[in-house]
C-alpha cells in the first residue's frame, strides 16, 4: 500500500517552487529538525527519504497507530491549540520557505491526503543604508540645556516629542541661546551631519548653531494644556490650525 511500510506509515513535507539543487546542506538539515519537530517526539518519527519530484519532499516513518496523532497534531496547528513545539516549527519552516524563494510546504498523510498546508513567510525587507551627510537646517523645541568651557560649547535642544538633540555652539551664539533656556519656543538654524535611522526617521548630529529665534512667547505646556481642555468637537472643527493660532495669541 502507498505510504505504508511494514508496520509503519510515511508522512510527507512536500516543498513546492524549489529543488534540492538551490538548498546547502544545512539548509536541508533545517528542514528535517524542523520536520521532526513538527511531527512531535512522540510520534516517534524516523527517516524514510528525501524524494525529489521537480520539487522535494522529506519523508519519515511513524507507527501506524501514531499517523492518527500526526493528523491530530495538524489540526491542532490549524486551531491555534497545538503544542509550543509544533508552532514554533511551522514558524521556522515558513520563514525558511521564504528565505529560500519557495512556494509553499505541505504536510501529507501516508495516503497523500493534506495534514497542513504552511505559508511562505516573506523576510521583511531592510532599507538600504543611506550614508550621512553634511546639510544646513533648523531645529525646533526648547533649549534645556547649556554648557561647557571650551571655545565650543554644548546645547540640549528638546522637542515636542521630547527628544533631545545634542548640539553645539560658539560662546557669543551660546550667550544669546541662555536668554532663551526653558520658556519660550525657538528655532536654531545651523548644520550638522543627517542620518536615517532603522526606523526610517531622519535624525543630526553635531549641529552647530549659528543663530536662533524666538518662535512664541506661549509657553510650550500652556498651549498643550489648552489643546487638552478642548473638548472632543475638535477633530469636527473645520479648521483646527487656526483654532490652535487663537490660542497661542490668546484669543
Known amino acids: 500500500m502507498k505510504g505504508q511500510v511494514g508496520s509503519s506509515r510515511v508522512v510527507t513535507l512536500y516543498v513546492q517552487g524549489i529543488t534540492l539543487d538551490d538548498l546547502s546542506l544545512e539548509d536541508i538539515g533545517r528542514y528535517l529538525a524542523d520536520f521532526a519537530d513538527l511531527l512531535g517526539k512522540d510520534v516517534e518519527p524516523k527517516f524514510h527519504s528525501i524524494k525529489k519530484t521537480g520539487s522535494f519532499s522529506l519523508r519519515a516513518k511513524v507507527p501506524a497507530e501514531r499517523e492518527i496523532d500526526v493528523k491530530t497534531r495538524g ?95 560658539s560662546r557669543d551664539v551660546a550667550r544669546k541661546l541662555a536668554r532663551d533656556m526653558f520658556d519660550p519656543i525657538v528655532r536654531v538654524y545651523g548644520a550638522g551631519r543627517w542620518h536615517r535611522t532603522d526606523e526610517g526617521v531622519w535624525r543630526v548630529e553635531d549641529f552647530q548653531i549659528a543663530r536662533h529665534e524666538v518662535l512664541e512667547d506661549l509657553k510650550f505646556d500652556q498651549t498643550i494644556a489648552e489643546l487638552r481642555a478642548i473638548p472632543a468637537e475638535w477633530k469636527r472643527l473645520e479648521d483646527p490650525h487656526a483654532e490652535l493660532k487663537k490660542i497661542q495669541n490668546g484669543e
Do not use: H, W
Open 75 to 169: 489540526f491542532l496547528l490549524r486551531t491555534g491549540d497545538a503544542p509550543e513545539e509544533a508552532v514554533r516549527a511551522r514558524e521556522r519552516i515558513a520563514q525558511r520557505l521564504g528565505i529560500n524563494r519557495a512556494k509553499r510546504a505541505t504536510l501529507l498523510d501516508s495516503r497523500n491526503s493534506k495534514v497542513i498546508e504552511i505559508p511562505v513567510e516573506k523576510p521583511v525587507e531592510v532599507p538600504p543604508k543611506v550614508p550621512g551627510f553634511m546639510k544646513g537646517g533648523s531645529l525646533q523645541g526648547r533649549i534645556i540645556q547649556i554648557g561647557g568651557k571650551r571655545e565650543t560649547v554644548s546645547v540640549e535642544i528638546q522637542d515636542v516629542d521630547s527628544f533631545i538633540y545634542l548640539c553645539k555652539a
